[in-house]
């Protein structure tokens, strides 16, 4: 997959880059802003970041996106995702704001177990009628901003959704996560034709087995493929992934003595993160042409 991405970066796509942004030399950073020791490949995978780290440091707000993680089935693993997708950014050397914009508040129960990692802010919404208060605020502090939403449709997840560059959809292999992704994609829909623009969305297969598939899974993934796009990679059930709710921090952050996988977990993890990377830059690229 290292390799897939490295043909991508040297691919004509890449060479297309967006008006104002020039490939960058790029030196991946750990947690504590020390350079990686890093395979060729593994920096190679990490220049889309970097390249988009410097655009936004540049180019003040013209390229600093709101990401967030919409699905009206509970337990869908939004929070997941958008502590993964937040901690591997902040591990590349980005700053990111994450809003817990779930009453339950289980992202800032997480960000409460342990220090967070460098580059990670975490604030609890006070509701719908700060959220767009909270977002324009957020986006004065970092780069990135993740919104993690409530499991049901509300007056809130259509305020947070509206603002965004990227809604992220995190569906299983159950037919009740297909039905729940389609509805959150009518709503992403819905609020696009409020604003009057393209609000782009993406289904990210969560909890999966990475075993071979049922009949079952395989329609559903048609089914959700058919309906928008999807993250080629997928968050597979592990339990390096589960252990951030009662560990805390990131996944570099875990014990190995404790959670067996987090090797897999993090490759997991940087994979995604340069899909949402390679994701926003389509759409940039779009609104530009
Ligand atoms: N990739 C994964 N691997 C293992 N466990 C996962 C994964 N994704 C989510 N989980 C687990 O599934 C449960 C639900 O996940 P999560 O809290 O992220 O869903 P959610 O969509 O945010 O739910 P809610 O709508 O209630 O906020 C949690 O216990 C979490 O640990
Ligand atoms: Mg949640």
Redesign the pocket.
């Known amino acids: 997959m290292i390799r897939r991405f490295s043909i991508l970066y040297r691919s004509p796509r890449y060479r297309r880059v967006p008006v104002g942004i020039q490939p960058m030399a790029f030196k991946p950073h750990d947690t504590n802003g020390q350079p990686c020791r890093c395979s060729p490949g593994l920096a190679m995978l990490l220049l889309p970041m970097g390249r988009l780290r410097q655009s936004s440091q540049e180019q003040g707000s013209w390229f600093m996106p709101t990401i967030s993680f919409a699905s009206s089935k509970g337990g869908a693993g939004?929070?997941t995702s958008c502590i993964v997708l937040g901690t591997e950014l902040a591990a590349q050397g980005t700053q990111v704001v994450i809003i817990d914009a779930?009453p339950?508040q289980?992202?800032k129960r997480w960000s409460q177990l342990a220090p967070l990692p460098q580059g990670i802010e975490v604030v609890a919404s006070a509701g719908e009628r700060h959220i767009q208060d909270e977002i324009a605020v957020a986006r004065g502090r970092a780069p990135f901003v993740l919104i993690?939403l409530e499991?049901t449709a509300s007056r809130l997840t259509s305020f947070a959704i509206s603002e965004s560059d990227l809604v992220i959809i995190p569906a299983g292999e159950e037919q009740q996560d297909a039905d729940a992704a389609i509805e959150t994609l009518a709503e992403v829909a819905m609020e696009g034709r409020a604003r009057r623009r393209d609000i782009p969305a993406a289904i990210l297969f969560a909890r999966t087995s990475a075993a071979v598939k049922s009949k079952l899974e395989r329609h559903i993934q048609a089914e959700l493929k058919a309906a928008a796009p999807v993250f080629a990679t997928q968050l597979h059930r592990r339990t390096a992934f589960s252990s951030l709710h009662n560990a805390g921090a990131g996944l570099r952050d875990l014990n190995p003595a404790d959670v067996n996988g987090i090797d897999k977990a993090v490759e997991n993890a940087q994979r995604f993160a340069s899909e949402v990377i390679d994701m926003l830059e389509e759409a940039m690229n779009a609104q530009v042409a």
Do not use: I
């Open positions: 939004k929070t779930d339950a289980r992202l993690d499991g």
